[in-house]
């Protein structure tokens, strides 16, 4: 039995316990502190850990993210909040020139444990600079890890795994979510990175997906299931590493796959998924991978053009069927 | 046009600096951004306005007192709180609210929203909604006035929490060594969301960091259009002659929090109320009553119509259509044909 946290308790939680545990830990970004979090995840910590630890930053990203990397070559375990991810491009010198790159560059002399957190994707009608997903831009560089996920106790698994990691790693949260509850287990609880966890099973059809999209996937396969048609959904968790082998076992089971993913569709992450799932499960397949992407636009204010925007379950549904040769109705 | 200032005292009566037209047209754009903000908080409670809506209550004067001093001509470009410096470029009140409620009617066909006006016709070159971002386009656009060979000058404003964005030094180093036309206004209403100046630097006065590049930087009182008004005049007058970059923290307050969401209970109510009394709005409507360039009843006049023009604004917005969906392709390239990746 466990407890049930929203998750940005679920978060929170996870770092209060490695802050604890570890005196190295410290929390560092834009109103951690005094105000609690622009989203309330970090509400309390200054508190308990005083202002050494819980440290409200200027709004400077670029100086701030390499202070922590700094910190984390010279034996700290920094954790960095952005307070989107958005904002993190200001930084991503540090992250993808420094963070990712200092173990290779000193041959092994310096490592860098960091956790760079914060939401990423879109949280409604906040238009094109606040609206953006950075998976695949993270994920496309050696060196980091990425974690994307929602659920409450993936989360806080999670994010003390990240904290204890030695390698940099990138964990991108969701600002519409973090007021979604979850159960999640008593006492010590890790998850380890990069083992994805299968939501539903079914057999008629994989659902790939990470994030808030998730909900989206599960809507879609609960709709499916009234049609007969029984989806099985796949929560990534991490980006990098990616678990393909929980993805090829359900393709081999299922043959038909569909990834929902928030990025934009091009050189994105379900563009990855499906290399690999073409690759090796070439035989197994009985439609081409389809996926259910944002649109290949910025996203721009207007409630009509969000709509028209988002993957949703008319989407995934759409695609479903289309992958089992079902006429849409 | 400034006449020789006449330094008041006790046995004289203080005179106007400005004409009767200048004091009415601050009070009225002061006014028109009051209410219009006013009529966009009512209609974000209503869920008619969606996602960010920061805001400029109490920092009226600061818009009014920079366009009587510069010329239309001129570019300006700010962050996302943003409203009252487009309208007071002469951006519409209805193209603005439409925008706010996403209509394509909007200022932006409603693709931008609240933080992100654009208007070529009225040289702005819009809300910016990464903080600090406007800071080294705004010195471009300036850059690019010098290359022309014109006598513009561009207006780039930013809070003070923008001030400690790495941009701005850079910006400021090569503004002033390749000595652009720009003015660099920090509206300080001395809060970045829950964060006072005083917490994130040892330099509480903004202006101050100028200095360190040799850039002439002064503090003005912004909760009156006409000590903004002589200071940008000045400015403006310094950059458009060729002198190079000029900085200006402009001194104000924002009545409400940082943004629909915020609750502000990281500053003092008497600090609210000590700006509250200096309130640039009433000021001026105290200036011109004092000085009888306008009855009570002619700005009473001034009042109605801005209250029907903000109404008639809203019903413009509410009744106006959302764009198609299939305006998520348009204003994406230039490129008519280009090929978007459509599944
Ligand atoms: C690069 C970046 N970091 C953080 C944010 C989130 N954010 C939006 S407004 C703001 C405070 C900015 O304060 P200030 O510059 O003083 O402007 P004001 O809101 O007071 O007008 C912050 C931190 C952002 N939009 N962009
Ligand atoms: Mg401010």
Known sequence: MGKILQLREAIREGMVEEMRRDERVFLMGEEVGQYNGAYKVSKGMLDEFGPKRVIDTPISELGFAGIGVGAAMNGLRPIVEFMTWNFAVLAFDQVVNNAAKTLNMSSGEFTCPIVFRGPT?????????????????????????????????????????????????????????YGYKGEVPEGEYLVPIGVAAVRRTGSDVTIVSFNKMMIQALKAAEELAKESISAEVIDLRTIRPVDYHTIIESVKKTNRLVVVDESWPLFGVSAEIAYEVQKFAFDYLDAPVIRVNAADTPLPYAPTLVEAWLPNPEKVIRAVKQVMYVPAN | MATTARKSSKSKKEQPKYSKEQYLSWYELMLRIRRFEEAALLAYSQQKIRGFLHVYIGEEAVAAGIESAIRREDAVITAYRQHGTAIGRGVSTRAAMAELFGKKTGINKGKGGSMHFFSAKHRYFGGNGIVGAQIPVGTGIAFAEKYKGTDNICVTMFGDGAARQGALHESFNMAMTWQLPVLYICENNHYAMGTSVARTSNVHEIYKIGCAYEMPSEPVDGMNPESV???????????????????????????????????????????????????????????????????????KDIKQRIEAEIQDAVRFAEESPYPDPEELYEDVYVQPDYPFMKD
């Not at chain 1, 094109?128 to 050696?142: D, I, K, M, R, V």
């Open chain 1, 121 to 177: 994707g879109s949280a409604g009608q906040l238009a094109q600079q606040h609206s953006q997903t950075f998976e695949s831009w993270l994920g496309n560089a050696p060196g980091l890890k990425v974690i994307s996920c929602v659920d409450p106790a993936d989360a806080k698994g999670l994010i003390k795994s990240a904290i204890r990691d030695d390698d940099p790693v990138c964990m991108m949260e969701s600002e519409l979510m």
């Open chain 2, 229 to 299: 008004h002589e200071a940008v005049s000045r400015a403006a007058e310094h950059v458009r002659s060729g002198k190079g970059p000029y900085f200006l923290e402009i001194n104000t307050y924002r009545y409400k929090g940082h943004s629909v969401s915020d609750p502000a209970k990281y500053r003092t109510k008497e600090e609210l109320m000590q700006y509250r009394a200096k309130d640039p709005i009433k000021t001026i409507e105290a200036r011109i009553l004092d000085f009888g360039l306008a009855s009570a009843e002619e700005l």
